[in-house]
């Protein structure tokens, strides 16, 4: 692991377990939010994946958990129950109906809200299956305290059998959904993507039910709903970072600058910026429907829909990045020829001493032991054998931009018969038992 402190005048780079100190001026410091908006701060994302890891199955643990512990708080739409209507009055408002059922009934889980608008409005209470004697208790409670006649209150009895068939439909709708993403990624793509793909998605959906049943939010057909939705949004975001990842490996092969690794790193950094503003953006309706859900209408369908949504496009936004790429890019490392390209970048970095970044862009050299002659004598340009020292930082105005360096401008003398050597000014012989015979020219 290679290191480098920008902070000092004298930076060091550590490698194999010893550092090596370097002289010149450190690079210039460059601010979070810039390296994050350009995408070029090389953030080492893939090099920490195995903590992803831990993370996702660790929050897909304490989700199951949750749900067989905790359960869901089903609706009448999937458990049965008892639904009731009537005109709202001048000043009625869902919290007083939802005491009075409590205090006639003794059931304080009534779902109220007012259906409708204008002279089409009306009061619906949704509570579980209720006796004869009961109904007839808030009927006559609801006439008492709000001036409408009993016949204006209508009663109707809710099976489980339609949210059974909801339920049903749902699951085959997400069964049908997974295969056809597969398969269109595996077309696409690559079969290692569509596993990644598909992982992601299933971690979404156990994470925001987890999410649901701590949180005890009634299970409605919105609820259902809510989940098909947040699928979309989880692939939409997974398949712009694979899009990258696949423009920055094409013809990798042929190279060898940058490994699979560092490449797909890349692309996550290139498109960090994009997924962060996406998810915010998308977060920022979806939280004014759930406080409108709360906290001014106190219950319905904005307040089930909104929150699954809220916490399935969070999540989605965590594993499109820190799931589904990292994990589509371990299966591709192992094949054989990624494998036999990552090992020549390595062997080509060792034999050049190239010190690299996480996005596998040079950021410094060190030297490399000076292969010894025939005759076991040391070379008389390069370090003793089995020395490391660091040469050069290359920055923009240094080597990289071909300014010579003070190794380049030193003179040496030439022996009889010796070819001047690159980047080494050859020196003119002095000395009057030196200079070639005849007459100098006039």
């Known amino acids: 692991m290679m290191g480098i402190d920008p902070t000092k005048e004298d930076f060091s780079i550590t490698s194999a377990g010893s550092e090596v100190r370097a002289t010149g001026p450190a690079p210039l410091p460059v601010g979070f939010i810039a390296r994050l908006s350009t995408g070029t701060g090389a953030f080492n994302i893939l090099g920490k994946r195995r903590y992803y890891y831990i993370i996702g199955v660790a929050m897909a643990a304490l989700a199951i958990l949750l749900i067989l512990v905790r359960g869901f708080n089903l609706g009448i739409d999937f458990e049965g129950g008892t639904k009731l209507q009537f005109p709202p009055g001048n000043s009625t408002t869902t919290q007083q109906v939802t005491d009075l059922v409590a205090d006639s009934v003794g059931i304080k889980d009534a779902t109220v809200q007012t259906v409708g608008t204008g002279t089409a409005s009306v009061i619906q209470v949704r509570v579980k299956t209720l006796s004869a004697d009961q109904i007839v208790a808030v009927k006559q409670a609801l006439t008492a305290s709000f001036g409408i006649a009993e016949n204006q209150v209508s009663d109707s009895a809710v099976s489980e059998t339609w949210g059974g068939e909801i339920s049903q439909r749902a699951l085959i709708a997400l069964i049908v959904f997974l295969v056809v993403v597969s398969l269109f990624l595996w077309i696409r793509y690559e079969k290692r993507v569509a596993v990644g793909a598909v992982v992601s998605v299933l971690h979404d959906l156990l994470v925001t039910a987890g999410v649901y049943a701590l949180v005890g939010f009634e299970v409605t057909p919105a609820t259902v709903i809510g989940l098909l939705t947040i699928l979309g949004f989880s692939l939409y975001d997974t398949v712009v970072v694979y899009d990258k990842v696949q423009e920055n490996t094409k013809g ?136 490391v020292a660091l040469l050069e930082r290359e920055t923009d105005s240094g080597a990289a931009a071909g300014t010579p360096t003070a190794a380049s401008t030193k003179t040496a003398p030439l022996q009889s018969g010796q070819a001047p050597r690159p980047g080494v000014k050859p020196q003119r012989p002095s000395g009057k038992g030196q200079r070639p015979a005849g007459k100098r020219s006039r």
């Open 252 to 387: 990798l092969t042929s190279l060898i600058r940058r490994n699979y690794l560092e490449a797909s790193n890349l692309a996550i950094n290139q498109t960090l910026m994009r997924s962060i503003n996406t998810t915010i953006i998308a977060l920022l309706p979806v939280g004014g429907l759930l406080v409108a859900g709360v906290v001014i209408l106190g219950s319905g369908t904005l307040k089930d829909l909104a929150l699954v949504q809220l916490v399935g496009m969070i999540v989605s936004g965590y594993s499109s990045v820190f799931i589904a790429v990292p994990l589509a890019v371990d299966l591709k490392m192992r094949d054989p020829l990624i494998k036999a390209h990552t090992a020549r970048v390595a062997a080509k970095r060792k034999s050049e001493g190239l010190v690299v970044d996480a996005d596998g862009d040079l950021i410094g050299r060190v030297a490399v032991p000076a292969k010894a002659h025939s005759t076991g004598a040391k070379s008389a340009s390069g370090p003793a054998a089995g020395s």
